[in-house]
């Protein structure tokens, strides 16, 4: 097998996303939970909340636990993790979530998973920064393993564009070579004067080697 990596930009709810595996990130102190990780909580009835109260969860960086969504999300499983303080999140530690999330979804033997952006400390970095940081790290992780895996990742919609064109620029950023990084295909406008239909699918990404 030849290590992959596809990558998947999506603008909807974690919830709505279909994937074998949804990773949810989340900073120790962080009451109640925010962003995929708060959208999971809800949607999963407080089960993360109650793993906090009972202390079997604190957010500490590197910490994991796996549960089931019993069909209250469109990716089965979810692995919460653990960041550490959200103040001291940093574009490297971005690259390890990447590397951490898609190494323990291999691990799991999902095909696919679901991971947000998330930003970066409290000066901030860039959505391109901290893309190229994510990807990185994830094909870092199938690039150890020569695995492949499908990875969808969460941006927010004013964000978009951005990280579109910071993925024409991850192999000079350091991408490993053993990898193929599919990326996804470009938005075609609408004909003009054409009403707007339902969802379709595009044609397979381009590899980039």
Same mark, same amino acid.
């Not at 102190?29 to 990780?37: N, T, V």
């Not at 009835?45 to 960086?61: D, F, I, P, V, W």
């Not at 069909?71 to 574009?91: H, K, Q, T």
């Not at 990742?153 to 978009?160: F, G, T």
């Given at each position: 097998?030849? /290590?992959?990596?596809?990558? $998947?930009?999506?603008?909807?709810?974690?919830?709505?996303?279909?994937?074998?595996? %949804?990773?949810?990130?989340?900073?120790?102190?962080?009451?109640? !939970?925010?962003?995929?990780?708060?959208?999971?909580?809800?949607?999963?009835?407080? %089960?993360?909340?109650?793993?906090?109260?009972?202390?079997?969860?604190?957010? &500490?960086?590197?910490?994991?636990?796996?549960?089931?969504?019993?069909?209250?999300?469109?990716?089965?499983?979810? *692995?919460?993790?653990?960041?550490?303080?959200?103040?001291?999140?940093?574009?490297? !530690?971005?690259?390890?979530?990447?590397? @951490?999330?898609?190494?323990?979804?291999?691990?799991?033997? /999902?095909?696919?998973?679901?991971? %947000?952006?998330?930003?970066?400390?409290?000066?901030?970095?860039?959505?391109? /920064?901290?893309?190229?940081?994510?990807?990185?790290?994830?094909?870092?992780?199938?690039? $150890?393993?020569?695995?492949?895996?499908?990875?969808?990742?969460?941006?927010?919609? @004013?964000?978009? &564009?951005? *990280?579109?064109? %910071?993925?024409?620029? *991850?192999?000079?950023?350091?991408?490993?070579?053993?990898?193929?990084?599919?990326?996804?295909?470009?938005?075609?406008? &609408?004909?003009?004067?054409?009403?707007?239909?339902?969802?379709?699918?595009?044609?397979?990404?381009?590899?980039?080697?």
């Amino acid at each position: 097998m030849s /290590a992959a990596l596809g990558l $998947e930009l999506e603008g909807r709810p974690l919830e709505r996303v279909r994937a074998e595996l %949804a990773v949810v990130a989340f900073f120790e102190g962080e009451r109640p !939970l925010r962003g995929s990780a708060g959208r999971a909580d809800w949607r999963l009835c407080g %089960a993360l909340s109650e793993l906090l109260a009972r202390g079997r969860l604190l957010g &500490a960086r590197g910490e994991a636990v796996l549960v089931t969504s019993d069909g209250a999300l469109r990716a089965p499983r979810v *692995v919460a993790l653990g960041l550490g303080a959200r103040e001291a999140f940093s574009l490297a !530690l971005a690259e390890a979530l990447g590397r @951490d999330a898609v190494g323990r979804a291999v691990d799991l033997g /999902a095909a696919s998973a679901v991971l %947000a952006l998330l930003e970066v400390g409290p000066g901030g970095a860039s959505p391109g /920064a901290r893309i190229e940081a994510l990807v990185c790290g994830a094909a870092r992780a199938v690039a $150890e393993r020569d695995a492949e895996i499908h990875l969808r990742v969460l941006v927010r919609a @004013d964000e978009l &564009a951005e *990280v579109r064109e %910071a993925l024409r620029r *991850v192999r000079p950023a350091g991408l490993p070579r053993p990898v193929a990084l599919r990326l996804p295909a470009p938005a075609r406008p &609408a004909p003009s004067g054409a009403a707007p239909s339902g969802r379709r699918s595009s044609p397979p990404p381009p590899i980039v080697k």
